[in-house]
């Protein structure tokens, strides 16, 4: 963990709003990651944060990367120049799933020659991918229970149980390889027995697959939804991963591939905020202090990940129940409406923890404000 007088420095140096990353804790997280789940290959979200930076520390930790976007493949593309061009598209193959299930034609036909790994989760996909993306492998993506999660997905995306094997057969049917099957129980899932019924259900699955011939299938990709340690009542990883390996273990041979998608998991904690305190008022009498970052920005999490971020002083003394609004004029640029802060003066810093994943990656410039500024420590 950065210390604090690190934090003040750095906003005193480079200036407010001011998001921080901090490579050694993407480190930790990473390798905390293959501790406990040595049989997963990990694939990191890269649309929790796509700083170019991070996506390079965490390919030489040994990473892969999950993409959702042709900007998304490229920032990864762009941080692997320095291999020779056939083990870059050697390592496409490899390295990079992209896991978005419904995707533009365009966007299929850029694909195409690095021969990649897509899902998809409907019929009409299939066709589009047959005449746009013929030499990729597919991971059908299925709908699994998202019961507690903090972001639910199930909705969205996903084809059911029933219609799985129809789906994989038609596939096969038009000449593309169905290389597995993929899911997500939603994102910042505390509710373990989600991966658990999802596991089962994959199993079947491939069992209903092989009954009906098809036996092409091998590997098995668990999604993200990985709790970050936000606050106490997160469940230690190591007890998730437990039940992962058991299940896992149970169900699929040794020879299947295992294959997870941690974003938040493993970047959340690597950032940081600093901002600073520009305006105040009492308001039915509750302190009101308006700072120089906000939902439209570095706490877009707020809005977008149903997520909060305490807000904390560098000051010390008594505190009050307080609101901490953003910069903008929007009424809806609210940070909190209940943080317990000192009695704060204009200038005076301010900062969050935790709250590197889905934060800086969705800021915007709206109302002429632009994202906080990114400093990176301990590359």
Not at 20 to 46: S, T
Not at 192 to 212: G, H, M, P
Not at 285 to 307: A, L, R
Not at 368 to 379: D, L, R, S
Request: proline content about 6%.
């Amino acid at each position: 963990m950065i210390p604090l007088a690190k934090l003040k420095s750095l906003a005193k140096e480079h200036g407010t709003p001011l998001f921080i990353i901090d490579h050694d804790e993407l480190r930790a997280n990473y390798r905390q990651f293959k501790k406990y789940l040595p049989r997963v290959q990990v694939y990191f979200a890269v649309k929790a944060n796509s700083d170019p930076a991070i996506v390079r520390t965490l390919y030489k930790e040994g990473a892969s990367f999950d993409v959702a976007s042709m900007p998304e493949f490229k920032i990864v593309y762009e941080n692997i120049k320095h291999m020779p061009a056939k083990q870059r598209q050697d390592w496409i193959w490899d390295k990079i799933i992209y896991a978005n299930p419904t995707k533009p034609t365009d966007t299929l036909e850029e694909l195409d020659k690095y021969k990649p790994l897509v899902t998809f989760d409907n019929l009409e996909e299939i066709h589009k991918i047959k005449k746009h993306a013929p030499h990729a492998g597919l991971a059908l993506r299925l709908k699994v229970p998202n019961t507690g999660a903090m972001v639910e997905l199930s909705s969205k995306f996903g084809a059911s149980p029933g219609e799985a094997v129809d789906l994989i057969l038609e596939a096969d049917r038009l000449g593309l390889t169905v290389e597995g099957i993929s899911f997500h129980v939603g994102s910042q899932t505390t509710n373990f027995d989600n991966y658990v019924q999802a596991l089962s259900l994959t199993a079947n699955i491939f069992q209903e697959a092989k009954d009906r011939g098809y036996t092409k299938m091998n590997l098995v990709d668990i999604g993200g939804g990985f709790p970050a340690p936000y606050d106490s009542s997160v469940k230690p990883f190591k007890e998730l991963a437990k039940v992962i390996n058991s299940e896992i273990t149970r169900l699929f041979p040794k020879e299947i591939q295992i294959l997870a998608e941690p974003g938040r998991f493993l970047v959340a904690t690597a950032g940081y905020s600093v901002s600073a305190v520009v305006g105040k008022a009492i308001r039915d009498g509750k302190p009101c202090y308006y700072i120089n970052d906000g939902v439209y920005h570095t706490y877009s999490g707020v809005i977008f990940d149903h997520c909060h971020y305490p807000i904390k002083a560098f000051k010390k003394g008594a505190t009050q129940i307080s609101a901490v609004f953003g910069p903008t004029c929007d009424a809806l640029d609210v940070v909190s409406m209940a943080e317990n802060l000192p009695a704060l003066e204009r200038g005076d810093f301010v900062y969050s923890t935790n709250i590197g994943a889905y934060s800086h990656a969705s800021s915007t410039y709206f109302n002429g404000f632009p994202p906080a500024k990114v400093v990176h420590v301990n590359e």
